[in-house]
């Protein structure tokens, strides 16, 4: 079945260095994504959202990147600080405008 | 609220009760969301509200299961005859509801429910 779903588990980096955080979904239909955050004992929390006519998007310190071709979504994290540790989701929107599907998480973990 | 509240935080209840988990959305958000998250999993969609549309029920996973969103606002998600595969984080999820656009969800902090 179609599915959305993370290629690394946990991730550990050092303070300062850059993140990356990749996430497939198998959906080509799929036109609008988004990236949570979530810590421990917290409810998930937006972090930059995708439509799919872009490849590109900004914020601060994030950068969401998406490749329809192959059905890929990444997530930068610049300067990775402690309180970036959580768990990050990418959710896909598809079959209507406000159903979304998550993957199943990667933990990042920053050391100091 | 200023944001999604969600009660209790916490719930141990024993296998065959039932529970109530209770949600209260964003003021005027109209879209209301239930997921599910096993430990170390991703979210499992359960039930969508939207407006005074039928709700979408599909991803309810037994007929114990069953929520309800009284007056738009507050909604309540009920377990019946719990069984401990029943124990996670409920989490409930509120957006402004206009289809026109996409739109991100606004999470509460959710329900632990552990079954013995």
């Known amino acids: 079945g179609e599915s959305v779903g993370l290629h690394l588990p946990t991730l550990s980096v050092q303070e300062g260095d850059n993140s990356i955080i990749n996430c497939a979904y198998s959906?080509?239909?799929?036109?609008?994504f988004i990236w949570y955050k979530q810590e421990s004992g917290k409810g998930p929390q937006f972090i930059i959202d995708?439509?799919?006519?872009?490849d590109k998007r900004q914020g601060q310190r994030v950068t969401v990147l998406l490749n329809k071709t192959v059905k890929h979504l990444s997530l930068q994290i610049a300067a990775t600080q402690p309180g970036d540790s959580a768990v990050y989701f990418c959710?896909?929107?598809?079959?209507?405008?406000?159903?979304?599907?998550f993957g199943s998480g990667t933990k990042l973990n920053v050391k100091p | 609220g200023a944001g999604v509240s969600q009660s209790p935080s916490n719930k141990v209840t024993e296998k065959g009760k039932d529970v109530e988990l209770r949600c209260d959305p964003i003021?005027?958000?109209?879209?209301l969301y239930w997921y599910r998250q096993s430990l170390g999993q991703g979210l499992e969609f359960l039930i969508y509200?939207?407006?005074?549309?039928?709700?979408?029920k599909s991803g309810l996973p037994s007929d114990r299961f069953s929520a309800e969103r009284t007056g738009g606002s507050v909604s309540t998600l009920t377990i019946q005859r719990t069984q401990q595969e029943d124990s996670a984080v409920y989490l409930c999820?509120?957006?402004?509801?206009?289809?026109?656009?996409?739109?991100?969800?606004?999470f509460g902090s959710g329900t632990q429910l552990s079954v013995l």
């Open positions: 999820a509120s957006s402004s509801g206009q289809q026109s656009t996409n739109e991100k969800l606004f």
């Open positions: 959906n080509s239909a799929s036109d609008y």
């Open positions: 995708i439509r799919s006519n872009m």
């Open positions: 959710a896909e929107n598809r079959d209507n405008f406000n159903k979304f599907y």
């Open positions: 003021s005027g958000h109209t879209a």
């Open positions: 509200f939207q407006g005074n549309s039928a709700p979408d």
